[in-house]
């Protein structure tokens, strides 16, 4: 077996192992039911979760997430009472989270800034534009957001899989289709490599890099979308702490944060696991929900601690 | 030093703008002169000073006031960084730490007992970070995310889910008291200050830390234990935002393991990069780090004294750490200079 691959055959593991401990603990876990909700709950965080992996894979990061998340919210609830339809508006605000990623990219390549900076100086503008537009929760009110939380697939015996989970897959598999099949993916995987050898092999490095950032700019954004579309609401303190999440799901995806290593399909069970570990505590009952972020710390050390003996292995290997 | 290669910069010591943009600590300082301008001229009385019931009073005094608890963060970050590291988990070292003291307080520890196994708990957090990053050879940023992740259940296990009150003289005393009219806080801070300055820039420590971070490997064939000089600047780190905590909680009186030094970590590397420390290391500044807590702390103060809006805040910080950041950055002003000459010659 190709050792890319070792991460994710790893994440797929502990993914059916929670998940066994689930079904074996509680008479009804094993369903069609907390399949489709845990798709559904989770959506907007493995879509804004595909883009980070494509940063992180480059080598970058990018914490802009959850400030997007929020900030796509608020202005979609109040062009809605504008009375603008949440397409439309949701395009637009997709449309701006390009426009806002490529802009990062701009200034991390020309102005050689470390992109945690710069994307925390994002974060900040982003989630501080939130509180300019509203302070309180808005409803998006449209008969869309009814609609396209009605929209399913039945999934046999009760379980559903909704419109988010859906859009969620289809911009996965776009994902998975542009990082392994298009020479831009080719470039991302060589700069999160190596960026003096992808320069010195004709790399285009700027292109690529704001390209990079606009296009976790789209994931965001329509990760957003997704958000307050779930939601019915705009929240200017939504997705809070939401990057965290997100890179959480990168490297439980069994994605190295030293760039370079990295497959966008594991992101999907890193996101899947977390909200595995959420619904697990849930069941439980007597578990409070601080144990899930426990949890998920714990299984972050474990991964990382694993991810680094892999690759010190590897690199030995290599070096012989 | 940025000129040293260049003999006719030395041999002419007249006064040049370029030189002196080119000074680390020329666009901190300026940043900081730019915006305590703005509030002379928008809030007339923000210079100031009174003594109110025997404790020195005015605007200025809020901003170092409200300044400390990130300034102590800033600086054990300042450490981390200078070794070409990171340290996201201080916010969630904040609220750990604040959930120990209340625990300890209300086992009815003896305050000096609460006082050193308080900080003790936030080193013990420091220590952990340390462990990962140089004995396991963790990524910084990852290693020190984990307890970022957890450290707040951590915290509200502690608490068990609750925001729990105290009463302790001791502690708001030292929090929110006074001496010689002087906020206590501000002395605290102050002597952390000194304390570190003494031990990293009296000593060849500080030069460990910078060789550390600037070429990990090199400084360990020069003889410096890399791995140990690693160790204590995360454990510093830790120890540093537990005396932030403690003043945190002391001012509360309580410990909120939700809030309690939320985004604190983003803050404090947003200080020490506008202090003209660099993320990629070999370099860290403690004078200059303080600037830079100040600046930020002295731009929300002012948005506060100032007549827009206090949703405000968050943007206005956004657009000016941008534009420091941009300022910073030498190509892009080499690029506009160069614009310039195109146009004028």
């Given at each position: 077996m190709k050792d890319r691959y070792l991460p994710l055959v790893a994440t797929v593991t502990v993914f059916v192992l929670v998940f066994a401990v689930g079904a074996v603990n509680f008479k009804h876990f094993l369903s069609t039911n907390v399949v489709g909700d845990l798709l559904t709950d989770n959506a907007f965080i493995i879509i804004a979760a595909i883009g980070e992996t494509f940063v992180i894979i480059s080598g970058g990061i990018d914490l802009s997430v959850g400030s997007m998340i929020g900030f796509v919210?608020?202005?979609m609830a109040h062009l809605d009472v504008m009375g603008w339809h949440p397409l439309a508006s949701g395009a637009m605000l997709i449309a701006f989270g390009i426009a806002f990623g490529a802009f990062q990219g701009i200034v991390i390549d020309f102005c050689e800034i470390q992109p945690f900076i710069i994307t925390l100086a994002g974060l900040f503008l982003l989630r501080g534009s939130c509180f300019l537009v509203s302070l309180e929760s808005v409803p998006v009110k449209h008969p869309f957001v009814g609609d396209f939380a009605d929209w399913h697939f039945d999934?046999?015996?009760?379980?559903?899989?909704?419109?988010?989970?859906?859009v969620m897959l289809v911009v996965l598999v776009a994902g998975i289709l542009i990082a392994h099949f298009t020479r831009f993916g080719t470039n991302v995987y060589a700069i999160g490599g190596d960026p003096a050898s992808a320069k010195l092999m004709g790399v285009p490095i700027r292109r690529t890099t704001v390209k990079i950032y606009a296009l976790a700019?789209?994931?965001?954004a329509l990760g957003g979308v997704v958000y307050a579309l779930y939601t019915g609401s705009g929240y200017p303190l939504a997705g809070l702490g939401d990057e965290l999440v997100a890179i959480a799901a990168v490297v439980l995806g069994g994605t190295l944060l030293t760039g370079g290593v990295g497959l966008v399909f594991g992101t999907l069970f890193g996101g899947l696991i977390q909200g595995l570990i959420t619904t697990l505590v849930n069941f439980q009952g007597t578990l409070t929900s601080w144990w899930a972020t426990i949890i998920v710390g714990v299984l972050l050390f474990v991964f990382i601690v694993a991810q680094r003996t892999i690759m010190t292995s590897f690199m030995t290997?290599?070096?012989i | 030093m940025v000129h040293a290669d260049n003999p006719r910069a030395v041999a002419v010591r007249r006064f040049s703008f370029g030189e002196l943009t080119g000074r680390t600590w020329f666009w901190p300082v300026a940043a900081l002169a730019l915006i305590f301008l703005v509030d002379a001229v928008v809030s007339p009385g923000f210079f100031s000073i009174r003594i109110v019931q025997g404790r020195l009073f005015g605007s200025l005094i809020d901003v170092f006031y409200r300044g400390t608890p990130g300034a102590l963060v800033a600086?054990?970050?300042a450490v981390v960084i200078g070794t070409k590291g990171i340290d996201l988990s201080v916010g969630a070292v904040v609220a750990i730490v604040g959930a120990v003291m209340t625990n300890l307080i209300h086992r009815d520890f003896s305050p000096v007992s609460v006082l050193f196994l308080t900080l003790g708990a936030g080193a013990l957090c420091g220590l952990w970070n340390g462990f990962l990053v140089a004995i396991l050879d963790i990524q910084p940023i990852i290693a020190t995310l984990i307890l970022m992740v957890a450290g707040r259940g951590i915290a509200l296990l502690i608490d068990e889910g609750l925001i729990v009150t105290f009463r302790s003289d001791f502690f708001s005393a030292i929090s929110t008291g006074q001496f010689l009219t002087v906020p206590s806080r501000i002395i605290v801070a102050a002597g952390t200050f000194l304390a570190l300055w003494l031990v990293l820039r009296r000593t060849a420590l500080g030069l460990f830390v910078e060789s550390v971070g600037a070429n990990s490997a090199a400084a360990n064939l020069t003889g410096i234990n890399a791995k140990l000089v690693k160790i204590g600047a995360y454990t510093l780190s830790g120890l540093c935002a537990g005396i932030a905590g403690m003043l945190i909680?002391?001012?509360?009186r309580g410990s909120d393991s939700n809030n309690a030094g939320l985004f604190m970590e983003l803050d404090a590397i947003l200080a020490v990069?506008?202090?003209?420390?660099?993320l990629v290391g070999g370099r860290f500044y403690l004078g200059l780090t303080i600037i830079g807590v100040l600046v930020i702390q002295g731009l929300t103060t002012s948005i506060l004294v100032s007549p827009l809006p206090f949703q405000f805040t968050m943007v206005v910080k956004g657009v000016v750490v941008l534009i420091v950041l941009l300022l910073q950055s030498r190509r892009l002003r080499e690029s506009i200079v160069g614009l310039f000459l195109r146009k004028t010659s």
């Open positions: 919210g608020v202005v999934l046999g015996g009760g379980g559903r899989l909704s419109s988010s989970a859906m700019g789209f994931y965001n290997r290599r070096a | 600086l054990g970050m909680c002391g001012d509360i990069v506008i202090g003209g420390g660099s």
